[in-house]
């Protein structure tokens, strides 16, 4: 039974069978309807035409659902009681989410920002109250510094992201610029003398079942893009190779992210902050798959004011960011030759190469991210030396 009142203290690192919380899992299902927005108003500013301010926009708004994200992640990773006020702040998250989703169609349409930052700060300050009370129960002093400069921290940025709202349109851009590093700061600046005690394991299952929700949310935007087409439009033989090749590129990915034990390169915080931030690019460019599935529906039915580069960038783009950033934080160190070191940069290079494929360019995105999974197994199959576990060297 759930306590009332605990004292909210850190959790060991080598706490055995520490998975994720029906809480936390609640919390990750209630983001995806900010994600879902979020890609819905991307795919409507690329078909209309309006590409580069709509990722702008886009990359505004799901720094901010990620950056939520992440830092109650690690928190509740280190932190988690489970009592009765644990649970009501982390609630009161959950509402932040879906405040800021409801600002993201405003934000997107005309720039107005407000219902984002509210939103935001509902979930940062609740956050931060949570380190306070952390601090007040933390029994080392240089546990209570930390506490207390994450508390502080989190508040002070937002007076920053104010700005945003405040500020006249053409310097919004600019305000993104400098508040995104101040907030990426925050972490680096009060664990500079202690680390939290966040569990490798436990973020490693967290980073890899929001990766499967935002794969989801890939499959459910680009199967009802898909349905549209099919019954309002009667496009069924342009619409199969998009279908297909966008099933295909989903189960890739998954393979791609899950054939690595991600957690065992959390050894350190330097390695969980480079890895955690990487992430950015990794469940943004998920995402984007999915609006861009979107798009390339559009534009076969005729509904999109752009080309066919365009649609198919639209889906090629996100891919060869997410095949590099995957590469980038964990698969390379699992990587023994250079044949297996090349094989997803060469397949990112070749899945943007496929942008010229026309109406077949997804399909081809699909079948190249497939037969990347193939090379990829075969080749660690054929190289005894291949390891289970990252260098160390």
Excluded at 121 to 135: D, E, F, K, N, T
Excluded at 272 to 278: E, M, P, T
Aim: with cysteine; aromatic share 10%.
């Amino acid at each position: 039974m759930t306590q009332p009142f605990l004292p909210l203290t850190a959790r060991s690192r080598a706490e055995s069978h520490r998975v994720s919380t029906p809480l936390e899992l609640f919390f990750d299902l209630c983001f995806v309807v900010a994600i879902a927005q979020a890609g819905a108003e991307l795919v409507h500013a690329v078909a209309g035409g309006h590409a580069g301010q709509g990722v702008l926009d886009y990359a505004m708004v799901f720094f901010a659902i990620w950056w939520a994200w992440m830092n109650f992640t690690w928190f509740a990773s280190a932190y988690d009681n489970d009592d009765v006020l644990f649970r009501l702040v982390t609630l009161l998250q959950i509402a932040g989410v879906l405040v800021l989703a409801a600002g993201v169609s405003r934000a997107f349409e005309t720039h107005d920002f407000l219902g984002v930052y509210l939103g935001y700060v509902v979930m940062r300050l609740a956050l931060a109250s949570q380190w306070l009370r952390a601090a007040r129960h933390a029994v080392d002093p240089v546990e209570r510094t930390m506490c207390l400069r994450y508390a502080t921290g989190v508040a002070l940025v937002q007076i920053g992201w104010l700005a945003l709202v405040l500020l006249p349109e053409p310097a919004r851009g600019w305000v993104f610029l400098v508040m995104v590093p101040a907030e990426l700061a925050v972490p680096l600046f009060a664990e500079r003398d202690l680390p939290s005690a966040w569990h490798p394991h436990h973020i490693a299952e967290r980073y890899g079942l929001f990766t499967i929700i935002v794969l989801g949310e890939t499959v459910a935007a680009a199967t009802v893009a898909v349905k549209t087409g099919i019954v309002e439009h009667d496009a069924l033989d342009r619409l199969v190779p998009i279908a297909v090749g966008g099933l295909l590129l989903v189960f890739a990915a998954w393979w791609i992210y899950f054939v690595a034990p991600a957690h065992t390169l959390l050894r350190s915080s330097r390695q969980g902050f480079l890895w955690g931030y990487g992430h950015y690019v990794i469940f943004a460019s998920v995402a984007a798959v999915g609006a861009g599935l979107e798009i390339a529906v559009e534009q076969a039915v005729g509904k999109a004011h752009i080309g066919a580069l365009a649609a198919a960038a639209a889906v090629t783009i996100p891919t060869a960011l997410y095949l590099m950033s995957v590469w980038l934080l964990h698969a390379r160190h699992f990587k023994v030759g250079l044949a297996q070191q090349l094989v997803l940069p060469v397949a990112s290079l070749a899945v943007l190469l496929c942008s010229f494929a026309g109406r077949w360019a997804v399909l081809a995105t699909g079948l190249v991210a497939t037969a990347t999974v193939a090379i990829g197994v075969t080749l660690t199959a054929g190289n005894p030396a291949t390891r289970d576990r990252p260098e160390t060297g």
